[in-house]
């Protein structure tokens, strides 16, 4: 079985910068989508930005301000600037069991999921 490790998390003020990686335990093809989602109190988990299959998709309202990366086969990562309080969330990895296209930013299509790293921004 697969294991997702999330790291990175923790507090900033308004307009700084943190980054998240997350860590396979195996070897994972760059031909298989991974993605990271978001978690507000109460609410489902929302699609950030995913890579895979040669393509990198991000959710409409990180606005140039997010970058995902496989750092290498076994790390991906999310480097978050200008961090808005809007952002404060449990930030979680997943992998899909494929290349995914559509529905990316869906929870659907992803089977494995980390337990998550908390960030949160204070203005």
């Known amino acids: 079985q697969v294991q997702l490790v999330e790291s990175g998390g923790g507090s900033v003020q308004a307009g700084g910068s943190l980054r998240l990686s997350c860590t396979t335990s195996?070897?994972?093809?760059?031909?298989?989508?991974m993605g990271w989602f978001r978690q507000f109190p109460g609410k489902g988990r929302e699609g950030v930005a995913a890579?895979?299959?040669?393509?990198t998709r991000y959710a409409d309202f990180v606005e140039g301000r997010f970058t995902i990366s496989r750092d290498n086969a076994n790390t991906l990562s999310l480097q978050m600037n200008s961090l808005k309080p809007d952002d404060t969330a449990i930030y979680y990895c997943?992998?899909?069991?494929?290349?995914?296209?559509?529905?990316?930013?869906?929870?659907?299509?992803?089977?494995?999921w980390g337990q998550g790293t908390q960030v949160t921004v204070s203005s």
């Open positions: 997943a992998l899909a069991a494929g290349t995914v296209t559509v529905g990316w930013s869906t929870p659907s299509p992803y089977t494995i």
């Open positions: 195996i070897y994972i093809s760059s031909s298989y989508t």
């Open positions: 890579i895979g299959g040669g393509s």
